[in-house]
Every structure is written in structure tokens, then in C-alpha cells.
């Protein structure tokens, strides 16, 4: 969902003036609509709401669901389209991070099984030539392994 600065100075509580300042500071990142310096700009949801929290109700002010003006009524589902965006946003990094791990734990489960096929093959040549070396000892008689 993409905010006009207008829009997004309701959605959070905030001036329009701050969010402008915010998006010249760097802060948060926002397009033009035109190809003009007065064109609006529009910005991503989850970027506004990142620096500035979402304002979900008005201070001082209890509204009734059957007398809640128009206005308000789109505010409201600005604003939980908007929390339903980033909780998207949020479960697809998740995701994405869940299948990055996994790939390195088969990774490492991949290497380690390597290592032990290496180790067992290293066992088995030590062995072989433990074995040689001690029927070459045995073939010597008692004075060759005791003078050398």
C-alpha cells in the first residue's frame, strides 16, 4: 500500500511537514508520482511505518461504530490494510530466513558427514598400517628387535 504525504501524516499522527523532513533527511524513502518537482510522492507502508508508528485510534475521541464518519471508517481500514501489509512483510522475511537456515544446517549436516567418512577411511589405513608393523616386528627375531 503506498501513502501520499498527506495520507501518511494521518495514518501516524504526524505533520505533514515531519514526514516531509524525514523523507529530504534520508530516513524514509519515497517516489515521485511525476516527473515534476511538485508531483506527489508516494511511500511504501512499511517504510513510513518503520520510523513512525501506526496511530490506530484518536486521543480523547470515542466513536461509535454506527456514527463513525466516512473518513474515519477508510482511516480504520488504512490502517489494518496497512498492519496486514507488514505482518505479510514480516512472515515472508521470517520465511525466508526459516529456508536460509535450513539450507545451512543440511549444509553442515552434509559436511560433517564427510568428515567422519574421511576420519573412518583414515582409521582404516592406521590400522592397516599398524598391522604391517607389527607382523614386520614379529618376522624379527628377539635380538634384531632388541639391538635394532
Known amino acids: 500500500m503506498k501513502y501520499t504525504i498527506g495520507q501518511a501524516a494521518k495514518a501516524t499522527g504526524r505533520s505533514k511537514s515531519l514526514i516531509s523532513k524525514a523523507i529530504k533527511d534520508g530516513k524514509i524513502t519515497a ?5 515534476t518537482l511538485t508531483s506527489p510522492m508516494e511511500i511504501d507502508a512499511s517504510e513510513l511505518f518503520r520510523v513512525y508508528p501506526m496511530l490506530l485510534k484518536q486521543e480523547n475521541k470515542v466513536v461509535q461504530p454506527q456514527e463513525t ?23 515472508k522475511y521470517q520465511d525466508e530466513k526459516i529456508e536460509d537456515l535450513k539450507g545451512q544446517l543440511r549444509e553442515a549436516k552434509d559436511l560433517a558427514e564427510e568428515y567422519r567418512q574421511s576420519l573412518r577411511s583414515s582409521e582404516v ?12 616386528d614379529n618376522k624379527r627375531g628377539f635380538w634384531k628387535r632388541l639391538f635394532g
Not at 31 to 35: A, D, L, P
Not at 125 to 136: D, F
Open 31 to 35: 517516489k515521485r508520482v511525476g516527473t
Open 125 to 136: 589405513k592406521l590400522i592397516g598400517v599398524m598391522e604391517k608393523i607389527t607382523e614386520a
Open 69 to 91: 464518519p466516512k473518513e474515519q471508517r477508510n482511516h480504520d481500514a488504512i490502517a489494518l490494510a496497512t498492519a496486514l501489509e507488514i505482518v505479510k512483510v514480516e512472515r
